[in-house]
């Protein structure tokens, strides 16, 4: 009995059965789905102060009537759209701004704009192209279409712009035409034509903080 006990131990010593360790299981990870980037949605404010609308009205015997228009505001916003980005354009024009070759001039386009009643205009466009973001100065070239809302009269609009961005700093150009017996002005038309020249210049600045701007757009 004491042989095979002996026998038994030398066994277990031979054929290693001292008790495994239970392997620890390894948890399974789960693969990270990168996070989509949120696309840049720049925004800018027009600059009152260093923006401007130049008209150009022609009378008989093909005399020039200049004159200009400040801005009020609104802003210019550039929105993701597929692979691109669409431009929004927001311009208040103030009527009570106005500047003419002469105080008669300007009393006239005052009172047949009916300035007290209608004191500004203001013009949205989209894009109708989608724009790629360019930030180095180079001219971005697009067509804005959209409304005017002139002596209370709403008619569409399409106006082809040139825009620039650089260093937080927008400037966009466009000319177009408008017949203003289109938006029930009262033109003298026999001393001079209803259809006006206007070609805006506009500055804007980049917003960083959509709030302030939020509270400050014209509304």
Known sequence: MV??????IAACFLLG????????????????????????????????????????GTGAFNIQFPGTFSLKG???????E??????????????NSV??????VKGALYNN????????????????????????????KFTGSGTIDLHGVVR???IPLTMTIKDGTLHATGETKLDLLDHNVNVPTAIMSSTITFKANITALEVTDRAVAATTATP
């Open 17 to 56: 059965c001292t008790a495994r360790p239970t392997a620890t299981p390894q948890p399974t990870l789960t693969p990270t789905i990168p996070a989509t980037p949120i696309p840049k949605q720049p925004l800018y404010q027009i600059d009152t102060q260093a923006s401007i609308v130049d008209y150009l």
């Open 82 to 95: 597929g692979d691109g980005y669409r431009v929004k354009v927001d311009v208040v024009m103030d009527g």
């Open 99 to 104: 500047t003419a070759v002469n105080d008669l």
């Open 156 to 158: 569409n609009i399409s």
């Open 3 to 8: 042989k095979l006990l002996a026998l038994l």
């Open 113 to 140: 704009l009916e300035v007290p009643k209608y004191p500004t205009a203001r013009v949205l466009l989209d894009s109708v192209e989608l724009i790629k973001l360019d930030d180095s100065g180079g001219e971005i």
């Open 74 to 80: 609104n802003q210019i916003a550039l929105v993701p």
